[in-house]
């Protein structure tokens, strides 16, 4: 299957802004373990999950993507719904699974390592209140 430029272009758009949010996490992972560092640990450990979790987040977005790509060229309603559904399963299992291991694993930080995975549905809601500027341009009749 051949990946789209939308696809492409909002997993980019997605990615970028995840990664952002994990740099500022780390940032403030970093300053409240020079605040309380009895408290707050940080390490190549808490980086290392923070990086892991925001692939896991970045491969989820994708995954949805090619799913909804493929779910448009059927035509059959019903075939289309349990493609959906099993790819949704399948997208939340990879996410507990990752989960799991943050928890279980003693050198993955668990908080740095499953929070990135709320940064995918942040960066959509924020793309929603603030459209990048071709899409602004697009909805007030302007031209690109």
């Not at 692939?55 to 448009?72: C, D, K, P, R, S």
């Not at 299992?93 to 995918?120: D, E, K």
């Not at 341009?137 to 031209?143: A, D, H, L, N, V």
């Amino acid at each position: 299957m051949k990946v789209q430029e939308a696809v492409r272009r909002e997993t980019g758009r997605v990615a970028l802004h995840v990664v952002f949010m994990t740099l500022v996490m780390l940032a403030v992972f970093f300053a409240l373990h020079l605040a309380f560092p009895k408290k707050i640990g940080f390490s190549y450990g808490t980086v290392f999950s923070a990086l892991l979790g925001a692939a896991v987040g970045i491969l989820n977005f994708f995954l949805m993507g090619l799913t909804v790509q493929h779910v448009a060229g059927l035509e059959d309603p019903k075939e289309a719904k349990r493609f959906m559904q099993k790819s949704y399963v399948n997208r939340n299992t990879l996410q507990i699974v990752w989960m799991i291991l943050a928890v279980a694993v003693p050198v993955i930080h668990p908080v740095a390592g499953i929070l990135p995975l709320f940064f995918p549905g942040f960066s959509v809601r924020l793309q929603g209140i603030f459209p990048p500027k071709e899409e602004q341009k697009t909805k007030q009749g302007g031209e690109i």
